[in-house]
């Protein structure tokens, strides 16, 4: 079984597999919107927040609040 990687480039998040070297892509699929949604989707169940660091400052990602899609007015496609 291959494995894979996850990582994020200019133009959004990737997953596939890397070659040998493990430096550069052997194959990848453009998976943004899945992994997006799938972040969402563990903050909303568990009512939780992720906390991570990224070039040494510290963030945290929240369930900020339900939104009806009546009210929505950005939809990210």
């Not at 480039?9 to 997006?36: M, P, Q, R």
């Not at 799938?38 to 903050?43: F, N, P, S």
Request: with cysteine; hydrophobic share 30%.
């Amino acid at each position: 079984m291959a494995d894979y990687h996850v990582g994020c480039g200019l133009f959004g998040i990737y997953a596939g597999t890397l070659k040998k070297s493990g430096e550069e892509w052997k194959n990848k699929s453009d998976v943004t919107k899945e992994a997006l949604d799938a972040v969402a989707g563990y903050l909303v169940m568990h009512e939780k927040e992720m906390r991570f660091t990224y070039k040494d400052k510290r963030y945290a990602l929240r369930c900020v609040e339900i939104e009806d899609e009546e009210d929505e007015q950005t939809k990210f496609e």
